[in-house]
């Protein structure tokens, strides 16, 4: 199997497009030339130290460029076989990186105390609403952009997140603390990721809070998975935090119902799992006590 025949098996697995799939692929090619046929781990090793060092890739670009060639390898598994070769790694292994260096940071919880005190003495209803949603439930960017007033439904106390990254779509609970924040925003105007960069800005002003690369809304969802960690189970992390999980053809969840049509018509509740893990979440209470 030569190089050509490896890198199109690879290409035809990638579900991205534009310059994020042309990114995967000029990393698989550039490995194959760099080999010239030689997929020993050795040789592999020193690829992976040739862009550090020679290069100058990040530590994190370096994780990156492992997991390329080994998704690459993984899709010719078969052909390769055949022809003698097998992945050099055992499964769970790589080349050792420091996580310090790939980590993105997450906020401190002090600083984001310090946020939700200053938005709540005096600050703009967009941004008081955001930084609410953000320090509740570790939304994404692109979570908070696709909201619309429909979204959240004051009546109920629900919030329904359109999740990112193929996460499972989530019907929240609404804590009291953070409703008063979330009445005075009106959710149907645009806003764009550019948007939200600009509010984030707006509120590192608003602390003297220097800018750090890496650091943005994102930390804040860091910060949140960090802490509840420390005193709840895994799966319920995952669940709250919108990570994928299962498929929608799981048969619990396609049944899982989240509208309910009554004398009184419709309305919504987080139900079930979600009904659940929201009430040990919010019972832990990071940042929500800051709120009130």
């Not at 899709?75 to 790939?102: A, N, Q, T, V």
Request: hydrophobic share 35%.
């Amino acid at each position: 199997m030569d190089n050509k025949e490896i890198l199109e098996q690879y290409a035809k697995g990638l579900a991205s497009s534009g310059k994020t799939r042309t990114l995967y692929l000029r990393f698989a090619g550039d490995f194959l030339d760099y080999a010239d046929g030689d997929f020993s781990r050795e040789n592999i090793d020193k690829y992976l130290e040739h862009i550090r060092r020679k290069k100058k890739y990040s530590d994190g670009s370096v994780n990156f460029a492992f997991r390329v060639v080994r998704t690459m390898f993984g899709r010719s598994e078969k052909s390769l076989k055949e022809e003698g070769f097998e992945w050099p790694y055992r499964r769970g292994e790589s080349p050792i990186i420091r996580e310090d260096k790939i980590q993105a940071p997450a906020l401190h919880p002090n600083t984001i105390a310090r946020l939700i005190q200053t938005v709540k003495e005096d600050s703009r209803p967009e941004i008081a609403a955001f930084l609410a949603l953000s320090t509740t439930y570790g939304l994404r960017r692109v979570e908070m952009a696709g909201l619309t007033n429909a979204d959240i439904r004051l009546k109920d106390k629900s919030i329904h997140i359109a999740t990112a990254k193929h996460g499972r779509e989530r019907t929240h609970l609404i804590p009291e603390e953070i409703i008063p924040y979330l009445k005075k925003y009106d959710f149907d105007k645009e806003v764009s990721n550019f948007g939200l960069f600009t509010l984030w800005y707006q509120l590192e002003h608003t602390i003297g809070l220097p800018h750090t690369n890496q650091v943005g809304w994102h930390s804040i969802r860091r910060c949140l998975n960090t802490l509840l960690l420390r005193k709840l189970p895994e799966v319920s992390v995952m669940s709250f935090l919108r990570w994928k999980q299962r498929t929608s053809s799981h048969m619990p969840f396609r049944y899982s119902a989240i509208t309910f049509v009554g004398e009184e018509g419709e309305s919504t509740e987080a139900v079930g799992e979600a009904l659940a893990v929201d009430s040990e979440m919010f019972h832990s209470r990071p940042c929500l006590e800051d709120w009130k």
